[in-house]
């Protein structure tokens, strides 16, 4: 419980499916470079033009194509709220920019006036809408009011976890030029495929393909990715619904802790504060002793005490009860 994937399992009988489709892969053969079968249905279901669609290795590529297609500066700049998802800073100093961090408020929102101020000659920013590790569903009103602010910055809007959100998601369209949307695979039960995507405008499209790497998602990945989202989107639909169902469940478990406090989550995880670092620390190596693992987060700003906990099964759930009943 500790890597933020849906560990739902599927059904025997759509797994049955998808190992007779995996049969019928080529081996032999590189996949399609582009992807295209998959992102004509990824753009069929965000109603936009396929040309707009750059498939990734995960996420984490698609991070990495951003960063180097917009890297050409003397000195690129990427804004990023803190604390928020790992790669996006890691990443930006592995291609030399200049990272300015802006620690999130007390209550783990953005801060408005000091992102501003910030983005004042940045190239990049990310927002991570469910936000990781924190799970919050930063206000729309003050990213868009960024976005509008600095037309010169490209703005990226990461909605890994937006399936946990129903409802929220601030894709659009008719975004303007300079925004990015982003989305995984990863977070809705096919994290072992590993395919990311970016929607971005045709003309940064472009320059991310020219960046990416021949055959970066596999033939199997695609073919499995497609076949999901086009006949067991049902299927995928029922398990995310348990997964914020049980999300409700474990919010209850950890919130139960003596002193604990439980914050808002729109995501598959839960973060929760602890009376003391001390505590945090003693809970996360009480739970690896019965083989529940959950991530200690209280090194990163605003997080002191903090112990994120990803949503796991009902019988994952189930065991953590239990074990949590001798604290």
């Keep these: 419980m500790h890597a933020n994937e849906n560990p739902e399992p599927w059904p025997d009988a759509v797994m049955a499916e998808l190992a007779e489709l995996v049969r019928t892969v080529e081996l032999g053969r590189y996949p399609d470079a582009s992807g295209r079968e998959l992102r004509e249905l990824l753009a069929a279901r965000h109603g936009c033009d396929p040309a707009r669609i750059v498939l990734g290795n995960g996420s984490d590529e698609i991070i990495s194509l951003l960063l180097t297609a ?5 000195e690129p700049v990427l ?3 803190t604390p928020s998802f790992v790669m996006y800073a890691h990443s930006a100093r592995v291609l030399g920019y200049q990272v300015r961090e802006v620690e999130l408020d007390d209550a783990l929102e953005l801060r408005e006036a000091e992102l501003d101020l910030a983005l004042r000659g940045a190239t990049i920013c990310f927002f991570a809408r469910p936000n990781n590790p924190t799970g919050s569903l930063w206000r729309a009103d003050v990213i868009e009011r960024l976005i509008a602010a600095h ?9 890994a976890y ?3 959100a129903p409802g929220a998601s601030l894709w659009r369209a008719d975004h303007p030029e300079h925004v990015v949307h982003m989305g995984t695979l990863s977070k809705v039960g096919l994290a072992a495929l590993r395919v990311g995507y970016g929607i971005a405008h045709p003309e940064l499209a472009h320059a991310l393909d020219k960046v990416r790497h021949p055959y970066n998602v596999s033939q199997t990945s695609l073919a499995l990715a497609h076949a999901v989202l086009d006949r067991f989107a049902d299927v ?8 914020i169902a049980n999300r409700e469940r474990l919010a209850t478990l950890l919130g139960a802790l003596p002193g604990a406090q439980v914050f808002p989550s729109a995501a598959n995880l839960v973060l929760v504060r602890l009376p003391s670092p001390e505590r945090a620390a003693a809970l996360v190596e009480m739970l690896a002793g019965a083989e529940i693992l ?3 987060v209280g090194h990163l700003p605003k997080l002191r005490g903090c112990v994120r906990a990803s949503v796991g099964t009902a019988a994952e759930l189930d065991h953590l009860e239990r074990v949590l009943a001798h604290v």
């Design 70 to 74: 917009l890297g050409g500066d003397a």
């Design 79 to 81: 804004v990023v709220p």
């Design 151 to 159: 037309p010169s910055v490209v703005f990226v809007i990461d909605e």
């Design 162 to 164: 937006i399936a946990y």
């Design 236 to 243: 995928q639909a029922e398990m995310i619904a348990r997964a």
């Design 294 to 296: 959950v991530k200690n």
